[in-house]
């Protein structure tokens, strides 16, 4: 009996593979380096990845819940430094875009001020905060935490930005257009 393909393919080092052989390759990484929990799988690992930025309460909880790992926390904080940046804050904000949507950031605030919720109680709070420490170490928590303050406080600002920015997109008709007719 033959086994039926997937159809989707992909190319990796110019080898072609099945997502279903990149799965058992991945798995196979995993279980050398030790560093999947006994309980998770390793569509869980990829699935926590596949959430970024997190766009609703649901995901911020998966990634709360996977923080708690010492594992999966050195490696969420390696990844992040990748992300990297020329200052400190250049790399909290980088991070946060990768990690928090606006819609997110917007209810919260460091300290819950203002009626939101108190983003310095998350596990993302603290593994963004370790990792600009190991980034830059000229710079202190305090510093981290004002800068991740005022970022979380222009997450409303930067969607009425990006609505305006869409809307004056479709009004000049997208790509290469313009919405403007000319006259004969």
């Avoid at 990792?131 to 830059?136: S, V």
């Amino acid at each position: 009996m033959k086994r039926k393909r997937s159809s989707t393919w992909y190319v990796v080092d110019g080898v072609c593979l099945t997502l279903d052989e990149i799965k058992i390759l991945l798995s196979r990484v995993v279980d050398e380096q030790g560093k999947a929990n006994e309980g998770d799988s390793i569509s869980e690992i990829i699935d926590i990845y596949q959430n970024l930025p997190i766009t609703c309460l649901d995901d911020l909880e998966k990634i709360e819940t996977y923080l708690e790992d010492k594992n999966a926390r050195n490696k969420f904080i390696d990844d992040l430094r990748r992300l990297g940046g020329s200052s400190y804050k250049e790399c909290c904000r980088r991070f946060m875009k990768k990690m928090l949507s606006d819609d997110v950031a917007k209810l919260y605030s460091v300290h819950g001020h203002k009626g939101k919720r108190v983003f310095a109680k998350t596990m993302v709070f603290s593994t963004v905060i370790e990792a600009l420490l190991i980034c830059d170490k000229t710079t202190n928590a305090k510093n981290v935490e004002i800068v991740l303050g005022q970022w979380l406080a222009k997450a409303t600002e930067r969607i009425h930005k990006n609505e305006n920015v869409a809307e004056n997109w479709r009004k000049e008709g997208g790509p290469g257009g313009s919405s403007r007719q000319k006259d004969d």
